[in-house]
């Protein structure tokens, strides 16, 4: 197994990964965190472009599921108005939210990815539950809890530099 510290890939946004990218992967469950990954910590609304892709991969064959360790309500009613699917209470980086999404839609974990913007929950989950990751950088570290948590992932994403999806500009 992988060392579940590092992501299998990593992108500039959720926005820089493409259905055509997972589907050559052989990608078919993507797995989502919420926050600071699709929308800010102090929102539920996404950019039009986030609201785009989104659309894109819903139509793209791929099952996009919300998989976030939130307990407020805002991620539900987020996905209930986006048409999405979504697991709460995650607990990630334990394995067992992730697990749970990939019995809820029958796919096998080597045909999973799960994208999120923490390593210590996002990657090191995802890697643990065997699924490939995706990296993708804080849409606002507007806290000093958020800004050290970073600071303390500084050495996994340099030595992930190189992993970085085809067509994403650095």
Same mark, same amino acid.
């Given at each position: 197994?992988p060392f579940p510290l590092?992501?299998?890939w990593t992108?500039?946004?959720?926005t820089?990964?493409?259905a055509d990218f997972l589907?050559?992967q052989?990608?078919?469950l993507?797995?989502?965190d919420?926050?600071?990954?699709i929308?800010?910590?102090?929102?539920?609304?996404?950019?039009?472009? *986030?609201q785009?892709?989104? $659309?894109e991969?819903?139509v793209?064959? &791929? /099952?996009?599921c919300?998989?976030?360790n %939130?307990?407020?309500r805002? *991620?539900?009613?987020?996905? $209930?108005?986006?048409g999405?699917?979504? &697991? /709460?209470?995650?607990?990630?980086?334990? %394995?067992?939210?992730?697990?749970?999404?990939?019995?809820?839609?029958?796919?096998?974990a080597?045909?999973a990815?799960?994208?999120?913007d923490?390593i210590?929950t996002?990657?090191?989950g995802?890697g643990c539950?065997?699924?490939?990751?995706?990296?993708?950088?804080a849409i606002?570290?507007?806290?000093?809890?958020l800004k050290?948590?970073h600071?303390?992932?500084?050495?996994?994403?340099f030595?992930a530099k190189?992993?970085?999806?085809p067509?994403?500009?650095?």
């Open positions: 197994m590092l992501p299998t992108a500039s946004a959720v820089a990964i493409s589907k050559k052989g990608i078919r993507l797995m989502l919420f926050d600071n990954t929308v800010p910590y102090t929102t539920n609304i996404p950019t039009g472009e *986030v785009a892709w989104l $659309e991969m819903k793209s064959g &791929i /099952t996009v919300v998989v976030s %939130s307990k407020k805002r *991620v539900p009613d987020f996905c $209930e108005k986006q999405l699917n979504c &697991i /709460t209470h995650a607990k990630k980086p334990f %394995s067992g939210g992730i697990r749970q999404c990939l019995t809820r839609f029958g796919i096998p080597t045909q990815v799960l994208v999120g923490q210590y996002d990657t090191l995802g539950a065997g699924v490939r990751t995706i990296l993708v950088n606002d570290n507007h806290n000093i809890w050290l948590r600071i303390a992932e500084l050495p996994f994403i030595i190189n992993r970085r999806i067509h994403d500009e650095p």
